[in-house]
């Protein structure tokens, strides 16, 4: 099986723009996750989706938003960017619930200006 | 306030040598998690753990639920063992995922 594929693996905006991130799950997986990592915070959770509706929600602004299609891609948008918000998104799938092995994408490292 | 805790911060080991690195949690939890991060930022699960021992070649994790404590134990440590160990709770009053600051391990050869 194909792993977890995150697009795009770098972007660079600049503060004000908006910026969607795209996440293939595993094949069969139907619960993604989202987690942002900084230097300063460590991981965080984001929101985690399942059968494409918001089944949990981490402490983060309503600039951070999310979705997930029929076919379990997930995409997660960050609007008004502002420079904390760079950092490495990671993706994470895993069968039916969040609390089971998560297996994480490569990421996608956004570097706002 | 920080919901998971670990120690050390930064591990430096010879190869060959038997390393811990310890968890502490706050809150109650359905699930602990080990996981392991390379430079480059690929992140892969090693454990997840909910009660007694695992054991995976190498590496071994046990959780003790009523301290809330749980270890990563690293036998015959390799510089391929080289990378940062962070460990999850899945639970707490939002019922998500809480991470540790990370371990980041060095053996030198």
């Known amino acids: 099986k194909a792993g977890v594929t995150q697009t795009p693996r770098y972007l660079i905006k600049t503060r004000g723009q908006q910026v969607t991130l795209s996440c293939s799950p595993i094949?069969?997986?139907?619960?993604v996750s989202w987690y942002q990592q900084t230097p300063g915070q460590g991981l965080q959770f984001l929101f985690e989706?399942?059968?494409?509706?918001?089944?949990n929600k981490g402490n983060f602004p309503g600039r951070f938003s999310g979705r997930q299609f029929s076919n379990s891609r997930s995409e997660m948008n960050v609007s008004t960017l502002e420079l904390g918000d760079s950092a490495l998104y990671l993706c994470?799938?895993?069968?039916?619930?969040?609390?089971?092995?998560?297996?994480f994408g490569p990421g996608t490292r956004l570097l706002v200006l | 306030k920080n919901e998971v805790e670990q120690s050390p911060q930064n591990l430096t080991a010879q190869e060959g040598e038997f390393i811990t690195i310890n968890c502490s949690y706050s809150?109650?939890?359905?699930?602990l998690h080990w996981l392991q991060q390379h430079p480059g930022g690929g992140i892969v699960s090693l454990f997840m753990?909910?009660?007694g021992k695992k054991k995976h070649g190498r590496l071994i994790a046990t959780i003790n639920i009523q301290e809330k404590h749980s270890s990563l134990h690293i036998t015959a440590s390799h510089p391929r063992d080289s990378a940062v160990y962070i460990c999850?709770?899945?639970?707490?009053?939002?019922?998500?995922?809480?991470f540790g600051t990370g371990t980041s391990l060095t053996v030198i050869p």
């Open positions: 994470a799938s895993s069968p039916l619930d969040q609390h089971e092995t998560q297996y």
């Open positions: 753990l909910s009660s």
């Open positions: 094949s069969g997986h139907r619960s």
């Open positions: 989706y399942f059968s494409e509706t918001q089944r």
């Open positions: 809150v109650g939890i359905s699930a």
């Open positions: 999850a709770v899945f639970g707490g009053t939002g019922n998500q995922f809480y």
